[in-house]
Structure formats: structure tokens, C-alpha cells
């Protein structure tokens, strides 16, 4: 009996791969990347042309090439400017009282002992409602003729209407974000904490350090790379922000509340100008990539967390 | 040692392979399904009867949540037994509907095969996608509209259903709701005596009534009448498309209008309106005195659309206000006998009372037989047996858009109290509010939505102070020549 070893394959339908440097990691990737391109990259340069084009609906979608007319005009567009500004009016105030008060709760329960869950769930409470409905229930409390706290102004004396008014309305929107997603910056944060060593906090106690020292010098350092990590999460949907200024103010009064993505919102779906909304939607990307890169850069530069 | 290859020879590595390959295809021949034409649900039975031969199809009606919809959503029982098609219907608030309308037009395919095709935003800028119904009135294989397309109210025919040629139509009225002065007539007839001692005329709203005797009384509730309610007149002054009809009332009686010749661009429409005339001295005269009201209103008027003033007015909130007649059945449900209707004040020129009637149409990309079975159902749902059922309906119903029901001895005798259909008793009010020379009519131009933006939030800009109401007038001018001169570009 004669017996033939096997025989392997040959490797005609890998080495050409391999020769061509899509290694081990870039085969596992392929499935993914083969998943993603008709999902993101396709319509990526979809949005891309349109930006270059003027976009015709009737009888199937037809670009008519337009040079950079639609990036001129984002960038001559006094609306659009205006936007940004109120943007970043608006990405300043969410992300920052966010920030602060995530931390400060987070503080506050840290030091909690009895009931900390307890109460944890309830500060997250407002984290899991769709922020449509924070929007809908922001626009009910203000109403003026069932809100409540419309009502207890009036009983204060105070006769304005919350959403009537260009800084009221402002501060509502911010108000809003800020109910909805504080809780997950003091959900991060104290999971940062509790990783604190507790040996690193005895040494300080023992060096006789003031609690504000134990704060600025240990602790608040030792948290700091969860921080950047919960302040780019939010710093992304803070640039992206619609749904309850949409719901609310419908970017009014006198465009008080109109940031970039109601804008865009607008030019896209209520104008059909998707020549010049894939231009504004472009800048909006590119202005998340270098704010994500910047937060990312200093992550870097920080290290891991610790 | 190794394993040995498995028995059919194939390797786990291209199994592996094999499988993800195999998924892969699975998924995109679901994908691929998904996208294949939605309207093949529409089988015709040609000996079946002009109104059986779709029995067992399934059509599709997008609609924006409006009353006569409601109405119809509430009870689809009488058309899926009178044709033996299945009807879906898909509610959506106004500019979601648009939304959805122009990507569904834009597809090619006819997930929607009847639409809401409101004349400003739907029939203007998409006319090239709807369906000109004059084929299908042709079509003697079809039920003909019942009464002939003469039964339409001929200005709700025109303004709804119609776009630039007087020839063509391409919808069929559905609803017409009208802004009209709305009014508390208990609070008026309790203070109707002393309002006329103060003010110096009868207080009690009529034909002769003017935009500065409404300011006058709204003036005086808000001095006098506090116990009973906080402020005289309310107002949908959010920065959204009911500030612009709010609005457009004051600018239409004070002689003003958008473009030269209004009521061709209101009633027919046009592609090319011409200058925008908002910076006409009437214009900024209206202006200033719309200012001047907004500065009496109640407060909340500036984050109230339509919606939230009709909560607002049946509240107890304000006296008075203007707002679309097919509150009336909300009105009287919650302030029962207390509220009365009239025409809106005339200015120096004229009373105009903004029109926002709607027709109802069929997409242009749907195939032969799903055209002919939508048209079952626009021929049904704009007959006068369904608008009468409409004003008889519990969940709110619209008027009708046919003189014939009008002129129904039940529908007049309705028009008083007690009235099984609340919406009718805004009858007489309305009748006079569409008479040619009191009917607001909107630009009907394809970039209306742009305008229209612009017209809103240059006139919330006025109302919180953060300009003068001329140079208000004068930079929306600015900008709906600059909307204009670009031009209409996705539906060319």
C-alpha cells in the first residue's frame, strides 16, 4: 500500500496577498472594511460630488457639476457663520457645566457610602431618555399656558416666556443637554475614581495634605485621562446636537438657537439644496475630526490611564 | 500530528470563507429585495367593476396630521369594502411629510401612491412628480369624480389643485383650513357694553371690523378683564411657518404682498414670481403695526405655532386670536358654546384670511394600475358622502371643500347650536373668508420653503427687538430676491 502524503494547497490564492503587504491583521480587517465601504466610504464620496454639484431630485438623483460654488457659498454665507458661532457658544456651555458638574457628583457620590447606588441610579436616570422626548418634556415644563415652571415664574412674578426670548431660550437648550447628559460624565468620572489606589490617598493623608491638595494633586490627576476620554465622547455629539432644539425652539427666536446641524437640517430637508448641505455636513466632519484629533493628541501625550 | 483534511476535502479555513461568502450573499440579495419597487401589490381584476378591480391591493396614503385624515384614518372600514383594497395610512407633521415626499419622488419608485400634496411645498416644487389627473378623469374604465371636478370650491380648485397651467390638475381638494378670528363671545358679550363706552364702538367682530379696533380690544382685555383671562389676543409668532401666516393677514389687509400680482402668484403659481415687494411701503406699514399687536400679546405667543395657540386659546389663555377654522371642533369640546367666529379685521385695503387648503394627489412614479387604484381612493376620500362623514366624525374631521355639502340641509342646520358637526359652525365666518376679495392666498412658487424661511425668521427677528420692522421687510426682500434669482433646482 502505497501511501501519498497529503497534499497541501497551493498557495497561489494568498501569496499574491501577501507579496502585496496585506498582511495577517489586513486579511482580518477585509470582512469589516468590505462591510463599511458601501455603508460609510461610498456615501463619503457620494457627499463629496454632491458638494461639488448641483443636486436634482425629479426622475432619479442627477448631479450637474458646480465647481466649488457650494464651498464659496458656506464660506460667504452669513447664516451659516452665525451658526458657527452659536455652535461654539453652545459647545463651550454643554461641555463645560457638563464637565464640572459630572465631576462634582461624581465627588459627591464617591464619598457616599451608604445608598451610592441607589442614588447613581437615579442621577442616570435622565441619560436614558431619547433626547426628542428631553426636548418634548422641555417644551411642556416651559409652556406658558400648562408648563410647570412657566407656572411657578408667573408666581415669582416673572410674566416672560422661557423659549420667547433669545438668551432665555439659549440657556433652556443648554439647560437641557446639559440634565441629559451630565450623568454620564459622573458615571465615567466615577468609575475613574474608584480606580484611584487607596494606597496612593493614604500616603497623601499621612503627608498631612488638605482635601482641596488631595483633589488638585492625586486625585483629579489620576482621573484625568478618563476625563479626556468622557469630554471627547460628549465633544462629539455636542457638535452634532439637533434633536431638542429641533423640538423646542425650531432654532428661534429670531435664530437664537439655530446652530450648524439646524442649519444643515434645514438646507438639506426643508430647502433641498443637498449641493450646499453636503458642503456644510463636509465642514461639520471635518470640524469633529480636528477636535477628536486634538482631545485624542492630548490623550496621547497623557498615556493610558492610569 | 496533524488533522487530517476533512472528508469532502474542503479546508475549516475556506468553510470559513465559504460561510462569511454565502452570508454575504444572503444579505445582499435582501438588500437588493428591499429596494425592488414597492408598488407591485397592485393586481388588476379587469371584470371586476370600476370600483372592485384592485380588490386585494395595497395602496399607500402619506399625510400630514391633519383632520379630514384623522377622520378618514379613524374609520377606512367603508373604502376597503367598497374596492377591496387594502389603504395604509402614514401621518407625519407637515415638513416631515415634505421630507419624505421629495425622497420618495426622488427614488423613481412609489412607496407612497397617494400624497397630501400641500400647493406650497409639495405641489409646487414637485408638480413634475404628481400625476395630471385629467388622464385619469379620461379613463372611462374609472369612477369619475362624483358632481365633476365643477363641485370643487372653484378658488380651493385652483389654489390646491392646480400649478401654472389653468389646464392641468393635479390634485383633488382635500381639506381648507382657513385663518379666521376666533373669539371668546362669553367674555365679549359680558364686557360688550363697557368695551363700546371706552372704546367707542361695538366691540362684537363683524364684517367692518379693523386689525386697529382688534389691537383696541385686545388692549382693553388685557387692562380690564384679567379675572377672566390673562391677556386680550394670542398669536402663532414662533419662528416657523405659522408666523408667516399670522403675518401675511395683517400684510394683506394693509395692501401689501410678496410678489406683483398675488393673487395669480397665490392662486395658479408661477416658476418665476418676479421682485419680491415686501419693502412696499404698505409692507412695512403692516409691519409695524404687526409689531405693534405682538408687543400686546400674551407673551407666549412667540413659541406658539398654530398648535400651541389653539391649546393656548381653549385654555382660557387669551380672548381672541387668529387661527385655522378646524379648531373649532377643539374649541367647542372644550369651551362648549363659548367661542364665536368671524371673519379676520379688515385693514386700510382689505380682510385677508390666509387659505392653507391642501389637495390630494398621486405619484407620478407609480405604475398604470397603481395610478388607477389611487384614484379610487382620491375620488373616494373627496367625495361628498366621505367629507360629510368627515364632519360627522368623533376624531375631528375637516370642512368640506364641495359647495354640494355646503349647501346639505343637514350640513346648514349644523351651523348652528346644537351642532353635531363643530367644525361647520365656523360655516358663515369661512364663506365670507373665501370670497375673492377676503382670501389670502400664499406665493405658490417651487422655492416657496426657502422663502418662507426667510419670511419667518426675519420677522421673529422683528418681534424680539433685534430689528426695525422696515429693515426687517427690507432684508427679507433682499433675501428672497437672492432665494429667487437662484432659482428651483432639484425638481428641473
Not at chain 1, 463599511?36 to 464620496?45: D, H, I, M, N, T
Not at chain 1, 457639476?65 to 459647545?91: H, I, Q
Not at chain 2, 405655532?305 to 372644550?334: I, R, T
Not at chain 2, 426682500?477 to 432639484?490: E, L, M
Request: charged share 15%; net charge neutral; with cysteine.
Amino acid at each position: 500500500m502505497t501511501t501519498t502524503a497529503p497534499v497541501r494547497p497551493a498557495p497561489t490564492d494568498t501569496a499574491p496577498l501577501r507579496r502585496r503587504g496585506l498582511r495577517f491583521e489586513g486579511r482580518l480587517l477585509t470582512p469589516g472594511v468590505l462591510l463599511l465601504a458601501p455603508l460609510s466610504l461610498l456615501p463619503f464620496g457620494f457627499i463629496v460630488v454632491m458638494s461639488l454639484s448641483r443636486v436634482h431630485l425629479l426622475g432619479g438623483v442627477r448631479f450637474d457639476f458646480a465647481g466649488l460654488t457650494n464651498w464659496v457659498r458656506v464660506f460667504s454665507d452669513p447664516d451659516v457663520g452665525m451658526a458657527w458661532l452659536r455652535s461654539l457658544a453652545y459647545f463651550v456651555l454643554t461641555v463645560g457645566l457638563e464637565m464640572l458638574l459630572g465631576v462634582v457628583f461624581a465627588l459627591c457620590l464617591w464619598r457616599v457610602l451608604r445608598g451610592r447606588n441607589t442614588a447613581l441610579s437615579l442621577l442616570l436616570l435622565p441619560m436614558f431618555v431619547a433626547p426628542v422626548f428631553v426636548g418634548l418634556l422641555g417644551r411642556f415644563l416651559t409652556d406658558s399656558t400648562f408648563g410647570l415652571y412657566a407656572w411657578v415664574l408667573r408666581h415669582l412674578g416673572i410674566e416672560t416666556d422661557m423659549l420667547g426670548s433669545q438668551g432665555t431660550a439659549f440657556a433652556a437648550v443648554v439647560l437641557m443637554d446639559v440634565w441629559e447628559w451630565t450623568p454620564l460624565i459622573t458615571m465615567i468620572a466615577l468609575a475613574g475614581l474608584s480606580s484611584v489606589p487607596l494606597a496612593i490617598r493614604e500616603a497623601a493623608a499621612l503627608d498631612g495634605t488638605s482635601g482641596w491638595q488631595l483633589l488638585r494633586y492625586v486625585v483629579l490627576p489620576s482621573i484625568s485621562s478618563v476625563l479626556l476620554v468622557a469630554l471627547l465622547i460628549r465633544s462629539m455629539d455636542a457638535i452634532r446636537y439637533f434633536d431638542i432644539i429641533w423640538v423646542t425652539t425650531n432654532g428661534g427666536p429670531a435664530d437664537a438657537t439655530k446652530i450648524v446641524p439646524v442649519r444643515l437640517y434645514e438646507v438639506a430637508f426643508r430647502f433641498f439644496d443637498l449641493g450646499y448641505a453636503a458642503a456644510i455636513g463636509l465642514l461639520m466632519l471635518l470640524v469633529s475630526i480636528v477636535v477628536a484629533r486634538a482631545f485624542v493628541r492630548l490623550l496621547g501625550r497623557r498615556g493610558p490611564a492610569r | 500530528m496533524s488533522l487530517p483534511p476533512p472528508a469532502s476535502g474542503v479546508s475549516r479555513r475556506r468553510f470559513l470563507g465559504g460561510a462569511l461568502g454565502g452570508a454575504a450573499a444572503v444579505a445582499a440579495a435582501g438588500a437588493l429585495g428591499g429596494c425592488a419597487a414597492p408598488g407591485g401589490g397592485v393586481t388588476r381584476h379587469a371584470d371586476a367593476g370600476p370600483w372592485r378591480q384592485y380588490a386585494g391591493s395595497t395602496l399607500n396614503f402619506i399625510s400630514e396630521n391633519t383632520a379630514p385624515t384623522a377622520a378618514i384614518a379613524a374609520n377606512v372600514t367603508p373604502f376597503t369594502e367598497l374596492t377591496g383594497i387594502n389603504l395604509n395610512i402614514v401621518t407625519l407633521e407637515l415638513s416631515a411629510l415634505v421630507q419624505k415626499v421629495a425622497l420618495d419622488l426622488a427614488s423613481g419608485h412609489s412607496t407612497y401612491q397617494a400624497i397630501y400634496a400641500d400647493p406650497y411645498q409639495v405641489l409646487a416644487p414637485y408638480s413634475k412628480g404628481l400625476v395630471d389627473l385629467r388622464e385619469l378623469m379620461a379613463d372611462q374604465a374609472l369612477p369619475q369624480v362624483p358632481l365633476g371636478v365643477g363641485d370643487f370650491i372653484p378658488t380651493h380648485l385652483e389654489a390646491a389643485g392646480k400649478f401654472v397651467s389653468p389646464d392641468t390638475i393635479f390634485a383633488l381638494p382635500y381639506d381648507c383650513p382657513t385663518l379666521i378670528w376666533q373669539y371668546r363671545r362669553d367674555l365679549f358679550e359680558k364686557y360688550r357694553d363697557r368695551m363700546a363706552h371706552d372704546l367707542g364702538f361695538d366691540p362684537m367682530p363683524g364684517d367692518a371690523s379693523t386689525w386697529d379696533q382688534y389691537y383696541a380690544i385686545a388692549r382693553w382685555f388685557n387692562d380690564n378683564a384679567r379675572d377672566d383671562v390673562p391677556y386680550g389676543t394670542g398669536h402663532q409668532a414662533k419662528q416657523h411657518d405659522s408666523l408667516m401666516n399670522d403675518f401675511s393677514n395683517v400684510l394683506w389687509a394693509y395692501g401689501g404682498d410678496y410678489f406683483d400680482n398675488g393673487r395669480q402668484v397665490g392662486g395658479l403659481g408661477t416658476v418665476d414670481p418676479g421682485p419680491c415687494r415686501l419693502d412696499s411701503p404698505a409692507a412695512i406699514e403692516a409691519a409695524n403695526f404687526y409689531s405693534k399687536l405682538l408687543s400686546i400679546a400674551h407673551p407666549g405667543s412667540l413659541t406658539w405655532d398654530w398648535d400651541g395657540l389653539g391649546n393656548a386659546f381653549a385654555a382660557g389663555q387669551v380672548a381672541m386670536c387668529p387661527n385655522w377654522h378646524e379648531y373649532a371642533a377643539s374649541n367647542e369640546s372644550k369651551l362648549p358654546g363659548k367661542v364665536d367666529y368671524a371673519p379676520l379685521p379688515r385693514g386700510p385695503v382689505r380682510s385677508g384670511n390666509m387659505y392653507g387648503g391642501t389637495g390630494l394627489g398621486i405619484s407620478a412614479s407609480t405604475t398604470g394600475d397603481e395610478r388607477r387604484a389611487a384614484w379610487l381612493f382620491a375620488v373616494w376620500a373627496t367625495s361628498p358622502e366621505i367629507e360629510l362623514a368627515n364632519l360627522k366624525s368623533t376624531a375631528g374631521g375637516g370642512t368640506p371643500t364641495r359647495t354640494s355639502v355646503y349647501q346639505l340641509p343637514e350640513v346648514v342646520a349644523a351651523e348652528h347650536r346644537p351642532s353635531p358637526m363643530p367644525n361647520i359652525l365656523t360655516a358663515p365666518a369661512v364663506a365670507k373668508a373665501w370670497q375673492p376679495e377676503n382670501i389670502g392666498l400664499r406665493p405658490k412658487i417651487p422655492m416657496w420653503n426657502e422663502c418662507d424661511t426667510a419670511i419667518f425668521t426675519q420677522l421673529s427677528r422683528m418681534l424680539v427687538g433685534d430689528s426695525r420692522p422696515d429693515d426687517a421687510m427690507r432684508a427679507t426682500t433682499d433675501q428672497i430676491n437672492r432665494i429667487v434669482s437662484r432659482g428651483w433646482v432639484a425638481s428641473s
